[in-house]
């Protein structure tokens, strides 16, 4: 089974706030917001969005992620994989929204990731993709199914720390960029894909980064 991204779960210090946010931004709005918990904002941690991968056996492939070097958070709710970016795992194998059209994985080690999350996930490495100022990115899908994002070497960024960074899909770009920028949100871009897409790098209010993508 490759699933692939399963749930998208927004966690934030400011509830209300942040669902009030993404409601009027995003084209599925909010509906999976929860309070970033307690111990996680004493170890350091920053309102974020947490993917969860669907897989067919959970405790099975956290352990596996666990031996590569991934530490277990909240009781096994949630992980940080072998290269510093939070992920969590599930069963759930339908998406639970469709507005998700880009995932991307920036570590410092990405041909180590792909390794990992190839045997455990089903990640399957796709065309290179050059973007002129950014670097070399490696397109992936989930077992066969369509490009589903890339990898992203932040080896010579030091700015980035590791993560996963979710793009959604918005039909105007310019006019959600504004918007982010109105209600005290941060926006990086918007830039141009070889393809022709439109993309920018965003933090909410409240200091979680996603990014948006108009097709």
Known sequence: MACGF???????TEVD?????YEELLEQGAPDVTALPE????RGAIPHWLGHIGVEDKPATEQAFVER???ALGGGRCLRDPFGAMVALTTLTEPQRTD??????MSTSPKRARTDYAELCGMRAGERLELPGMGVFEQFTWGGGAVAGCLADIRD???IH???LYYFRVPDLERAIA???EHGGVVVGPMQLPDGRQVAACDDPLGAAFGLMQP
């Not at 399963?6 to 934030?12: H, Y």
């Not at 111990?39 to 004493?42: E, N, Q, V």
């Open 17 to 21: 706030r942040a669902q009030t946010f």
């Open 179 to 181: 918007y982010v920028n």
């Open 69 to 71: 070097g991934a530490t």
């Open 157 to 159: 960024k030091p700015h």
């Open 100 to 105: 998700v059209i880009w995932q991307l994985h």
């Open 39 to 42: 111990p996680a904002i004493a």
């Open 6 to 12: 399963v749930r998208w779960e927004m966690r934030t």
């Open 162 to 164: 590791p993560q996963w």
